[in-house]
């Protein structure tokens, strides 16, 4: 049994998909907040079950009978991440699953500014002292984050942004065929694996000229500073906390977190990753 934490979003159901055209369904669980939501799955044959790492009691029936178990991160930071990432390792662990995953970050690191990246650094902590053996999957920068930066400026034509660094944008779609893969073919890895990118790293500049490139229209960088971006995002109605993580975005790709390439994605999916102009294309067609 694979249990499958998260399954609503874009990941988790990605992952879902993938494992399903390669193993039984009966052998396939999902861990949900809302199974209301998951009933396509239900229908597909898949077990679902409520699961909330907020709540140890649910994690133990959803967790049941796993053999591996894939702990999609939260989409909080902080302590409330922390905590909420704890629970759901020690209800993995007393399952008695042989195996947990998690979805983690090339840049996670305790020093970053970006502050979901110092959440990853203590939960491979938590894994590492949990005593059940573990891969922690180093997931590149989601390309899917170019496409919300560019929001107003496919209006303006002005990409107003503080100072950045090339980033190696990696499609959702590849890093769940990524996990899907780690999940069914076991040993590929064990522990932390290398950073699972794009083929390429793109600043904001070449973004904006994607993009202008796909539109037809002329899309400029404008570089603010810190200061500028958080006090316009807060006159807009942006929480302060959610403000100061997005400077943080910025600040650690100029830092260079995000600029590592690798092969290993590639290797894993057997192909070419998914360009930054693919997603883009796909994403404003829409």
């Known amino acids: 049994m694979i249990v499958v934490t998260g399954a609503n979003g874009q990941l988790g159901s990605g992952v879902v998909d993938r494992l399903l055209a390669r193993v039984p369904a009966e052998r396939i669980a999902v861990s949900v907040r809302d199974p209301e939501r998951a009933k396509g799955l239900s229908e597909r044959g898949v077990r679902v079950r409520r699961g909330d790492f907020g709540d140890p009691a649910s994690l133990a029936d959803a967790f049941e009978g796993a053999e591996q178990i894939l702990l999609v991160s939260a989409a909080s930071t902080g302590d409330t991440a922390l905590r909420q990432h704890r629970t759901a390792i020690a209800a993995a662990r007393e399952s008695g699953a042989r195996r947990i995953l998690y979805t983690s970050h090339m840049g996670a690191n305790p020093a970053s500014p970006f502050a979901p990246m110092p959440d990853h650094a203590e939960t491979e902590a938590a894994l590492r002292a949990s005593g059940v053996p573990y891969t922690s999957l180093r997931n590149g920068f989601y390309a899917a984050t170019t496409v919300m930066l560019l929001g107003a400026a496919l209006k303006t034509g002005e990409l107003s942004a503080p100072e950045d660094g090339p980033v190696s944008w990696t499609a959702h779609a590849d890093l769940a065929e990524a996990a899907a893969l780690a999940l069914v073919e076991e040993g590929r890895f064990d522990g932390v694996t290398p950073p699972l990118t794009g083929a390429e790293a793109l600043d904001l500049a070449e973004v904006a000229a994607l993009a202008s490139s796909i539109t037809g229209r002329t899309i400029k960088r404008v570089t603010v500073t810190d200061e500028e971006y958080r006090a316009g995002l807060v006159s807009h109605g942006v929480p302060t906390e ?16 995000f600029a590592e390439v ?17 997603v883009l294309e796909a994403a404003l067609a829409r």
């Open 242 to 257: 959610q403000a100061d993580l997005l400077v943080g975005l910025f600040q650690a790709s100029r830092e260079g977190e």
């Open 262 to 278: 690798s092969p290993v994605l590639g290797e894993v999916v057997g192909r070419a990753p998914t360009s930054l102009r693919e």
